[in-house]
């Protein structure tokens, strides 16, 4: 059964750096083809893919944030880290980490998601 | 980016009605178009992958068609419970990228 769950900070201050882990169990992130990323949806509005990683380390970023982000992945603890720098409140959202088959079924687990609020 | 767009933006629809909701991209993405179904509150749930495949323990009414640039999703007869946002996603190309959503009501 593969489960995932955000943990982290769900208030930061503008400028300031978010960082966030998921920690997921049922499946390896060292298969072929398994990533592991992050999604968010500000409050009313659509999602946004933010960031992938795969087991050989490949990490995809959306090109619009990709200067504030950076994903990592501790494959013996079972946790990916997302840190977003320069917060703003338009980052607002809840984060939402999610699994993935390459070439399968897309984001096919998510986790509960965590609502970060930007705000001084 | 692939653009996607979906329409309605909202729908409302009464219970035994079939329902269709548009996904359109802009440029092809083949098959690698997938839907999610999101309750207020929860995080989303994917219901179609690979444009028309049925993600296990999705009830039969749902269905997705198409491929290139125009996709489907059609509840043969929607249920209370159908109570959403649907939101279309392609997996083409990275970024990956998800359409505005349908919101559908219930009538």
């Known amino acids: 059964q593969i489960t995932l769950k955000e943990s982290g900070p769900t208030q930061v201050k503008p400028t300031q750096t978010l960082t966030l882990t998921c920690t997921f169990s049922g499946f390896s992130l060292t298969t072929h083809g398994v990533g592991v990323g992050w999604i968010r949806q500000p409050p009313g509005m659509a999602l946004e893919w933010l960031a992938l990683?795969?087991?050989?380390?490949?990490?995809p970023y959306s090109p619009s944030l990709r200067s504030r982000l950076t994903i990592t992945k501790d494959t013996s603890r079972n946790q990916v880290v997302l840190t977003m720098t320069n917060m703003d409140p338009v980052d607002t959202a809840t984060y939402y980490c999610?699994?993935?088959?390459?070439?399968?079924?897309?984001?096919?687990?998510w986790g509960q998601g965590i609502l970060v609020t930007v705000s001084s | 980016d692939i653009q996607m767009t979906q329409s309605p933006s909202t729908l409302s629809a009464s219970v035994g009605d079939r329902v269709t909701i548009t996904c359109r991209a802009s440029q092809s993405i083949s098959k690698w178009l997938a839907w999610y179904q999101q309750k207020p509150g929860k995080a989303p749930k994917l219901l179609i992958y690979k444009a028309s495949s049925l993600e296990s323990g999705v009830p039969s009414r749902f269905s997705g068609s198409g491929s290139g640039t125009e996709f489907t999703l059609t509840i043969s007869s929607l249920q209370p419970d159908d109570l959403a946002t649907y939101y279309c996603?392609?997996?083409?190309?990275?970024?990956?990228?998800f359409g505005q959503g349908t919101k559908l009501e219930i009538k």
């Open positions: 996603q392609q997996y083409d190309k990275y970024p990956y990228t």
């Open positions: 990683i795969y087991g050989d380390d490949d990490k």
């Open positions: 999610v699994h993935l088959m390459y070439g399968d079924r897309s984001f096919d687990y």
